[in-house]
């Protein structure tokens, strides 16, 4: 049996936690530079905050209805992330990290004799310990577990936020009920491609007519699909989702840059998150890619987007080494396109391979005095935090950002912990 655990409207949420004044309080968090709405709660979505849509553009909206408005605090939201996950194991050593406010847990092996009340457990564990409301959803397939989670947070006062798919007339029931652009993997060309030929539910996905139709279109991941739809488990956990296949640090400026010296800062430290990421999974890459933007909101078709790539003799994760090769590519789009107003960035480290499998060059190799500078710098920011060791041209912060909106990083910052009066 597999459960979905999902936080509801998690960055929402998390706001919430500190500043309980909001609870029942319609509530938006925006994306990076306050552009886009990226969490809603649920009265916001009430009174019909569309998701994604850039701030400036429903600004009148949001002082009409006074909505609450943050900036994304990343680094509150991972913390509280870490914390529901910890309690998780709690219930199971079998999990799977699905995103920053999804898990897949696996209960193989382990006697429960209501899911029901085990998820209603998990779900007043978690609110307690955190205060982050989530729903939990069990079937015997994950593509099933999804269903059953969205049909938790449909209808939370006949599930009370949990609900299990455990017989086969739930299954049936709950396919039938399911759209099929609501089914995990389905996306929109798919979905448009699946309504043209009558694929209206996921009951109709299993149809065993449209078999031969998907394994066409979808492939083998099609026919996966269906057998997890069916009832039959295909898909197990993920065991090493940690180890990424490729690493991107891509960001906009709060302000639109002409000269190198920004860009260098920027890419400069794109390029060390991007080492400190390779470092922390033990990993290696060889090719190093830099991207620079304009981006027009007003005039989209305007967009433009300038990269390179350089592969390098040996795989390395050294902040020096990536951050050197990465401002030469950007010198280089630089030259080749002076003038030009730059609103983006990004750096992106692929051909990753594992760090205990990297091979030496006799004519040409790292410098061996970076491995070792590497792990002091780590060592020390470990210790000390907010990457208080850096390399020369990089700025202070680390997310140069626009967040006119942001709160206290109330769980990872001793200057910003929240201060309690007693009387």
């Known amino acids: 049996m597999y459960a979905l655990v999902d936080c509801n ?77 910890c309690i998780l194991e709690q219930f199971t050593p079998n999990i799977e990290i699905y995103s920053i406010d999804e898990a897949f847990l696996n209960f193989d092996g382990i006697d429960i004799p209501n899911y029901q009340e085990y998820g209603l457990q998990m779900k007043k ?22 269903i059953a989670n969205k049909i938790a947070r449909k209808f939370p006062e006949k599930t009370k936020g949990v609900y299990a798919i455990d017989s086969e007339e739930k299954r049936i029931k709950a396919l039938q009920w399911t759209k099929i652009e609501d089914v995990w993997g389905i996306g929109y060309r798919m979905k448009r491609k699946m309504k043209a030929r009558n694929i209206n539910t996921a009951l109709d996905f299993i149809d065993p007519k449209h078999e031969s139709w998907i394994k066409s279109q979808m492939g083998v ?39 190198f010296d920004g860009l260098r800062e920027r890419v400069s430290t794109f390029a060390s998150v991007c080492a400190e990421k390779l470092y922390l999974q033990k990993s290696c890459c060889y090719t190093i890619t830099v ?35 990465a401002v030469k590519i950007a010198e280089r789009l630089y030259e080749e396109n002076k003038g030009i107003l730059f609103k983006k960035a990004g750096v992106i480290v692929s051909q990753l391979i594992k760090q205990n499998q990297k091979q030496f060059h006799l004519f040409e190799d790292e410098n061996p005095k970076y491995l070792a500078l590497t792990e002091a710098i780590q060592g020390i920011n470990s210790k000390l935090g907010d990457r208080k060791v850096r390399l020369g041209p990089q700025d202070e912060k680390t997310w140069n950002m626009k967040q006119e909106k942001l709160s206290p990083k109330y ?9 309690v009066k007693c009387q």
């Open 9 to 85: 409207n998690f960055y929402a949420s998390c706001e919430r936690v500190f500043q309980p004044e909001f609870n029942g309080k319609p509530v938006v968090v925006l994306s990076n530079n306050d552009g886009c709405i990226i969490s809603r709660s649920d009265e916001a979505k009430a009174l019909g905050v569309p998701m994604a849509a850039p701030e400036f553009k429903i600004r009148d909206m949001l002082k009409e209805h006074n909505i609450k408005v943050f900036s994304s605090n990343y680094a509150l939201y991972g913390d509280l992330s870490q914390r529901v996950m």
């Open 125 to 146: 564990r978690i609110l307690k310990w955190v205060s982050i409301p989530v729903c939990v959803g069990f079937a015997p397939t994950k593509a099933l577990s999804k």
């Open 221 to 259: 991941t099609g026919l996966r699909l269906k057998s997890e739809l069916e009832g039959k488990s295909v898909l197990g956990l993920e065991e090493d989702k940690e180890t990424k296949k490729s690493i991107a640090i891509t960001r906009s400026f709060p302000k639109k840059i002409s000269d």
């Open 291 to 325: 991207m620079l933007g304009t981006m027009e909101h007003k005039t989209p078709s305007n967009k433009m987007y300038y990269h390179y790539s350089v592969t390098l003799p040996f795989a390395s994760n050294s902040a020096l080494t990536i951050s050197n090769t």
């Open 411 to 419: 769980t990872t910052r001793f200057d910003q912990i929240l201060k």
